[in-house]
């Protein structure tokens, strides 16, 4: 007589990454279907590349290299930080209309909630990262970076990603509702314009200039542009990573112990 064999129970691991997938496809789904995020993420980034190049390009002085060489790397950064509106938003959003107590009552894995929302935001921001360096080669971008440059300068844009993925999604778990998330990740688009991005700081007041010298938008500005096209990058590299590796850290541990314990899961 055959005997019934019970199935071989998957490790906590697999679960947990199948959990993830599944709330990753949603997180895109809801990009795919919501034209204002699309826009958003997608559209403003090349709509900013094509204003600074054409309506600021012919007044703007570098003191070297070309500005649409020079502003490349800034409207990448000032992209990436827009972007964060939309991932605050969406986890305000799952927060507000009840789908959060919902996945409670489900054997889940704890955080795939939020890790949905920040690979989402990861995959929407490497896409308009991606599309803006193409229309940037053909309105007059003209990189000089090696392969081994490339490779820096794509590891420190993603390391800056992921961090700004993070800080959106824990600011909006702490916002109050949806317009409230959207109002503190404006925060962060703030900081892009107050650097090196658009304009070089030795053209700025001493006070101004000290502050752009000084926050952590303008290293990684700094370095990805000269990466691209060649530009001393002085310490930037280095202290890009010191700026945002522990930004991502503590910002992913905390963003995880505060939903846990706002959720009870």
Not at 184 to 191: D, E
């Amino acid at each position: 007589m055959n005997q019934a064999v019970a199935p071989k129970a998957r490790p906590e691991f697999v679960l947990a990454a199948g959990d993830c997938l599944v709330l990753i496809r949603r997180s895109l789904r809801h990009l795919t279907r919501n034209m204002d995020e699309v826009i958003q993420s997608v559209v403003l980034p090349i709509m900013l590349l094509l204003l600074f190049r054409y309506l600021f390009g012919g007044a703007i002085q570098t003191g070297g290299p070309s500005y649409v060489n020079y502003v490349i790397a800034g409207v990448l950064v000032v992209s990436i930080a827009f972007s964060a509106s939309a991932t605050a938003v969406g986890v305000a959003n799952d927060l507000q209309n009840g789908i959060v107590e919902r996945f409670r009552t489900m054997p889940m894995f704890s955080s795939a909630m939020l890790v949905g929302h920040v690979v989402s935001a990861v995959l929407r921001n490497v896409l308009a990262v991606t599309l803006v360096v193409l229309v940037g080669l053909l309105v007059g971008f003209r990189p000089s970076a090696s392969l081994g440059d490339w490779l820096v300068a794509c590891g420190l844009l993603l390391l800056f990603i992921t961090a700004i993925s993070w800080l959106a999604t824990l600011l909006g778990l702490l916002a109050g509702g949806v317009e409230a998330a959207s109002g503190y990740a404006m925060i962060l688009v703030f900081f892009p314009y107050a650097s090196s991005a658009l304009v070089p700081s030795e053209s700025m007041p001493s006070v101004l200039r000290a502050f752009v010298e000084n926050q952590p938008f303008t290293p990684i500005v700094n370095a990805v542009r000269g990466l691209l096209i060649g530009t001393p990058t002085g310490n930037s590299v280095w202290l890009s990573v010191v700026w945002w590796v522990p930004v991502l850290v503590l910002t992913m541990a905390f963003t995880v112990r505060y939903f846990r314990r706002h959720t009870g899961k």
